[in-house]
């Protein structure tokens, strides 16, 4: 027997005693489910929204001491001349720059480390999370005011919506751009 036939025969045996059953109740990836339980809820998503800053925040001062104590272990093997000026600044001046420029640098790069944190914390929801953060991002920037007619006595309300962590402080947001808009027609 060659081996085409054998796996033929072995096919057209296993097709005879599949049961027909399992596949009619087999939705389709193509269909929806009416009762989406593990959707991601306004709340959760801003439960996960203030995770997400808060790791981002954590990681920034993790990263920011970091790049201080990296700068601060190569600046103090260094042989300064205290006698000679660096660039017109006194040596110390422009080691305590560095110090604080490295500092910041790495403050910076607190975030890419946070996301990453954050992403792999939450790999189950984060497709769902993505989704409503691009769907409150449109609502932000659908609700936002003009800022150009902004002044002392009227400042604009949070206008990326960065500060936003409630359904609650959402609808207060929203209350604030309205009279914020308001204010601006009134006295213009």
């Known amino acids: 027997m060659s081996f085409v ?30 009762n ?38 190569y600046l103090s093997n260094m042989e300064i001349d205290p006698t000679q000026m660096i660039m017109g600044f006194d040596p110390l001046v422009v080691i305590s720059a560095g110090l604080m420029a490295s500092g910041a640098l790495g ?4 975030p890419l480390i946070g996301t990453q944190v954050f992403n792999i914390k939450n790999n189950k929801k984060l497709e769902d999370f993505n989704l409503k953060n691009k769907e409150f991002l449109e609502h932000v920037i659908e609700n936002r005011v003009d800022a150009s007619s902004q002044s002392f006595s009227n400042p604009v309300p949070d206008y ?29």
């Open 107 to 110: 403050y910076l790069f607190g």
């Open 160 to 188: 990326y919506g960065e500060k936003i962590g409630s359904l609650k402080e959402y609808r207060q947001w929203l209350r604030d751009c309205h009279s914020y808009a308001r204010k601006a027609k009134e006295f213009l």
């Open 5 to 34: 036939s054998l796996v033929a025969k072995r096919a057209a045996v296993s097709a005879r005693a599949a049961p027909l059953a399992p596949l009619a109740l087999t939705r389709l990836a193509s269909t929806s489910s009416s």
């Open 36 to 73: 989406k339980t593990d959707a991601l809820t306004w709340t959760q998503f801003f439960k996960l929204r203030k995770q997400q800053r808060g790791i981002n925040v954590v990681s920034s001062g993790f990263t920011a001491l970091l790049g201080c104590n990296i700068s601060w272990a």
